[in-house]
């Protein structure tokens, strides 16, 4: 099932709406990629709340995401990780330090919004 | 350990996968495992089924509730396939050891989600990974 992208202003919003396949996953990754080009975004959220599973693939996946969109100049937040999946995560031994994370939908966009560089904001 | 009723799902594609985990998820709520137990069962169920669909193309995992003397129950997962198998088994138990370009985090870390792990492999034969998942209270 693809998961939908919506645009609001600088940022996108790609909210996972249920459990993902791997080939949902990659493409996933494919459309964050190619949206973050055409609308010159500065940040994306994408919301894992709906995961019940974080397995190695998708935490490896969403990490790459943050990495790729980095490289163009895009900030990637994940929110809403379950503290079941959080809980799981850890203990498989997923690494997830370089990666930015918040509570929710709400906290994610006041973190891209408190990190835009200066002058951004139009004055 | 008498088993009742298996479930079998058929691992073919990586749909699959999700289908596995979800019926293991029902099973356990069934049984009253914890949520957070069941969280910890599918997610060990998602990283031994995908070892199937990326080493072996397909092969089938087998769940079913388990009890042990004392009356307590589980669920016991059996993911086995006829794949190439495994040469080095104490290889793949370590973190961060892939052969298909992965984390090599998916054993090593599946065997920390769940209370009994145990793998077996013959080469060029097939692999089972079995996993039993307890719950904690009677």
């Known amino acids: 099932m693809a998961v939908p992208i919506l645009k609001q202003g600088p940022f996108l919003i790609a909210s996972i709406q249920a459990a993902l396949t791997?080939?949902?996953?990659?493409?996933?990754?494919?459309?964050?990629?190619?949206q973050v080009t055409r609308h010159r975004s500065r940040g994306i959220i994408v919301d894992v709340t709906a995961l019940d599973v974080m397995d190695s693939f998708v935490s490896r996946s969403l990490r790459g995401i943050a990495m790729m969109t980095r490289l163009r100049g895009a900030?990637?937040?994940i929110v809403g990780i379950q503290p079941e999946v959080a809980f799981a995560m850890v203990q498989l031994?997923?690494?997830?330090?370089?990666?930015?994370?918040?509570?929710?939908?709400?906290?994610?966009?006041?973190l891209l919004q408190t990190q835009k560089e200066p002058g951004d904001g139009g004055s | 350990m008498a088993p009742d009723a298996e479930t079998r799902i058929a691992i073919d594609s990586d749909s699959d996968v999700v289908t596995a985990r979800q019926r293991a998820r029902?099973?356990?709520a069934d049984i009253e495992l914890t949520s957070t137990d069941?969280?910890?069962?599918?997610?060990?169920i998602s990283e031994v089924a995908r070892n199937i669909t990326t080493y072996a193309v397909r092969g089938e995992v087998i769940l079913s509730v388990v009890r042990d003397n004392g009356g307590r129950e589980g669920i016991r997962v059996v993911a086995r396939d006829d794949g190439p198998g495994i040469a080095d088994i104490e290889r793949a138990l370590q973190d961060g050891y892939t052969s298909g370009g992965g984390l090599g985090i998916g054993l090593p870390g599946a065997r920390r989600l769940v209370d009994e792990f145990e793998i077996e492999s013959t080469p060029s034969q097939g692999t089972?990974?079995?996993?039993?998942?307890?719950?904690r209270s009677l």
């Open chain 2, 128 to 135: 089972t990974v079995t996993l039993v998942k307890w719950s």
């Open chain 1, 75 to 77: 900030k990637t937040v």
């Open chain 2, 38 to 44: 069941q969280t910890l069962l599918a997610t060990a």
């Open chain 1, 22 to 34: 791997d080939t949902d996953v990659l493409q996933l990754r494919d459309d964050v990629m190619s």
């Open chain 2, 26 to 28: 029902e099973l356990a």
């Open chain 1, 93 to 110: 031994g997923m690494n997830f330090e370089d990666v930015q994370t918040a509570l929710d939908l709400e906290e994610g966009l006041a």
